[in-house]
């Protein structure tokens, strides 16, 4: 188990991403049953932090999320984020959307609230102060920041610092195919400030799972960013992710992926749509790829 942040909240090192849940546009049509069996085989495996955010199919992945929850004794721990929309101009729309969050999770306190992006015009001083409002107030038990790089990072963790409270969580893209917070710089700061990375995308939206090829790209919008070309170019480190799984008892692409990010000391959300997903990303736990693992995955990475 792992804390988030300085904090005493435990969680195991593996939390569930649900912005499939609800969001048809990106993610296509989806199954309540299968989402509730993906929720009830996460809880089932100790995995208990499920991150949403209020813009998530339009408030849908915070209400379904509310509903298995519920059901489940209020069992999990929640991320959710607030979106500083351009037409956000005061403090206090912060609080109001955590508010609207909360009914539709139905809970009264969420354990982790985070400024999704770093939007203009308002600036990160003043949503991290109503940031620190909210937990002041009982609404948040942690507060986190989302796409901050470096510097809004170290700015977000200092204003709340002067407060008495911590940065819990910085929230970015990071898998094998996209290691920029390594290159900039902000894996190292997170660490430095006890600063939870939350990698999102861990699995590059289901293509590091080896199911999308070239003559099978993912649907959709993600079939635009993961193309043919990109497909091709990716299917090297997936041969290798499935050699190296091999040694592990035939762990597969996902398990390896999901193991690399915990191994770089982050904490992957992968997103789940089923039971079967969500159990397939449960056997990234219990075990460690050993160093030259990690180095081998880099660099084929690197040539993808
Ligand atoms: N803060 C932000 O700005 C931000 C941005 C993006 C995401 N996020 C968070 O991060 C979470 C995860 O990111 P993500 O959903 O973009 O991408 P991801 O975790 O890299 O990929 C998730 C997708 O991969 C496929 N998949 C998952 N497990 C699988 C398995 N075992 N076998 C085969 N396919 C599997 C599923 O899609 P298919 O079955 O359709 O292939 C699933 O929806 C999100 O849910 C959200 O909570 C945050």
């Given at each position: 188990m792992v804390s988030l942040g300085t904090s005493d909240v435990l969680v195991n090192p593996l939390g569930i991403g649900t912005w499939a849940w609800g969001a048809r546009f990106v993610w296509g049509d989806y199954s309540i049953p299968d989402l509730q069996a993906a929720f009830d085989t996460s809880l089932a495996g100790r995995v208990t932090l499920f991150d949403t955010a209020e813009v998530y199919g339009l408030g849908r992945s915070e209400t379904l999320l509310g509903t298995f929850l519920k059901a489940a004794g209020k069992k999990g721990i929640i991320a959710t984020k607030f979106l500083p929309f351009?037409?956000?101009?005061?403090?206090?729309s912060l609080h109001r959307a955590l508010q609207n969050s909360l009914d539709r999770l139905a809970l009264e306190k969420v354990d982790l609230y985070q400024i999704h992006f770093p939007i203009p015009p308002i600036s990160i001083d003043t949503w991290v102060a109503a940031l620190g409002d909210v937990i002041d107030a009982g609404l948040a038990r942690l507060g986190g920041v989302s796409n901050y790089n470096v510097k809004q990072t170290r700015r977000a963790h200092a204003l709340l610092s002067d407060r008495g409270?911590?940065?819990?969580s910085n929230q970015v893209q990071y898998s094998l195919l996209h290691r920029e917070p390594e290159h900039s710089g902000l894996l190292d700061l997170c660490r430095e400030l006890d600063v939870t990375l939350i990698a999102y995308s861990p699995l590059a939206q289901g293509v590091l799972t080896g199911k999308y090829t070239p003559n099978a790209p993912p649907p959709g919008v993600r079939g635009r960013r993961y193309n043919r070309e990109t497909l091709l170019r990716v299917q090297p480190l997936i041969d290798l992710m499935r050699e190296i799984g091999q040694a592990y008892g035939g762990k597969t692409p996902a398990q390896v992926a999901v193991n690399w990010v915990i191994c770089k000391g982050a904490l992957p959300i992968p997103g789940v749509r089923s039971a079967r997903q969500a159990q397939e990303v449960l056997g990234a736990l219990g075990w460690k790829l050993m160093q030259d693992e990690v180095l081998a995955l880099e660099q084929a990475a690197e040539k993808s």
């Open positions: 351009p037409w956000r101009l005061t403090k206090g409270l911590h940065l819990t």
